[in-house]
């Protein structure tokens, strides 16, 4: 089978998209499938038309920045149409996948009807409830009903439908798509990626100003969505409790200077530690400071809704964490067995899970074990990946040669 994939953005970009783009696509050769990966404008400045990262070749769209509302993303949409059915003259694939958001499946549909080929629609994630959190609209607004309208739309004119988690399922079940036109893709990790975590550097640990600190922490992205202000906000009880304690804030993004002005307004500045972005490859060096992760998403629609590859990746690498109750988190973690869940958006009840976590550290190995053995068995990518078989046949075998 060939398929050609339509994605927002890629490697060598890091993110979680990108993570699990790359994980499905090696999963999908391991089956025997050709697969052919084209990205949108919003991939931004690329090394020429095709770039070849980690083995896999990514065919790019040349589309100039528009940043005019609506006249912007059709030119967008277009620019991502012509090069499909460049590819698809190309290529020859037997089936068009379309991931989100909703910008590279509208694309897709239209040279999918035009020349009979079957197309797919994978949810990642809802592209309005996206921009409620980047602060662009808000929930109920003209922009937001429209953007999902047009989901819908697109929705219900593919061929079969996937998402990566129960409560997106739900959503888009809700909204008029049988139940068995949708398939759940969960994330999930390959645990030969990561190595188990390790002793940290105690001259890395010095060079922070951590030597001698008990340190909770976190990595990844600083999105409002992330609650990392709910983080800082439970601080001060918690050195109450621990006066050794600091975090550490691996990363950086849209709310990096509000969280350092927030942590210097609370008088906490002295007792966290922002490191700003990091090398990929020095990532586990950051983690092996850390005794325990910190996840703690604030409850809005787009974490209700959707899984994210962190708890699962800590798992992986036996971390003990403690994250928020959102419904995200509870697809993933079960509670008390692989990581410990506190009430979202209260920062008391962060402060008490964390000092509770503290104090029971002769509990954590058999929570390392569990997560390890989780991801292991559960939520690796050769079961999630299988999903497609199926759906994939019959979106094939319903169109006429």
Request: charged residues 25%; positive net charge; proline residues 5%.
């Amino acid at each position: 089978m060939r398929i050609l994939h339509i994605l927002d953005h890629s490697l060598p970009l890091h993110s979680g998209y990108t993570f699990r783009t790359a994980a499905i696509l090696r999963e999908q050769r391991a089956l025997g499938w050709e697969t052919f990966h084209l990205t949108s404008p919003k991939h931004g400045k690329a090394n020429g038309m095709m770039e070849t990262v980690d083995g896999l070749d990514f065919h790019r769209t040349d589309c100039a920045p528009d940043d005019r509302p609506v006249i912007g993303l059709l030119r967008q949409m277009r620019a991502t149409e012509r090069r499909i059915a460049e590819l698809v003259d190309r290529v020859r694939p037997d089936l068009l996948h379309a991931h989100s958001p909703v910008l590279n499946a509208v694309p897709a549909i239209r040279v999918a009807r035009r020349l009979g080929i079957p197309v797919v629609y994978e949810v990642r994630a809802f592209w309005e409830d996206a921009a409620v959190d980047h602060g662009t609209t808000r929930e109920g607004s003209l922009r937001y009903r429209l953007t999902r309208g047009l989901e819908t739309w697109a929705l219900k004119r593919v061929d079969h439908v996937f998402t990566i988690c129960e409560g997106l399922r739900r959503d888009i079940a809700a909204r008029g798509i049988a139940h068995e036109r949708i398939t759940v893709i969960p994330n999930a990790v390959d645990v030969e990626n990561f190595q188990l975590s390790g002793e940290a550097d105690a001259a890395h640990k010095a060079r922070l100003g951590l030597d001698g600190a008990t340190v909770i922490g976190f990595i990844g992205s600083f999105y409002a969505y992330e609650g990392l202000d709910l983080l800082l906000d439970a601080v001060p009880a918690m050195l109450r409790e621990r006066p050794d304690l600091r975090v550490l804030l691996v990363g950086g993004g849209p709310q990096q200077d509000r969280l350092r002005g927030q942590a210097q307004r609370l008088g906490i500045a002295d007792k966290v530690v922002f490191t700003g972005r990091v090398p990929h490859a020095e990532v586990s060096r950051y983690y092996d400071l850390i005794d325990l992760l910190v996840y703690p998403r604030h409850s809005m629609r787009l974490t209700e809704l959707v899984t994210p590859l962190k708890p699962l990746e800590a798992m992986a690498q036996g971390r003990i964490f403690v994250a928020s109750d959102v419904g995200g988190h509870r697809e993933l973690i079960r509670d008390g067995e692989t990581g410990r869940l506190f009430a979202a958006g209260n920062a008391q009840a962060l402060a008490e899970t964390v000092c509770e976590m503290l104090d029971r550290r002769h509990h954590w190995p058999e929570l390392r074990a569990a997560g390890r053995e989780h991801v292991e068995r559960v939520r690796n990518w050769r079961n999630s990946v299988a999903n497609y078989r199926g759906p994939y046949a019959r979106a094939v075998g319903a169109r006429p040669e």
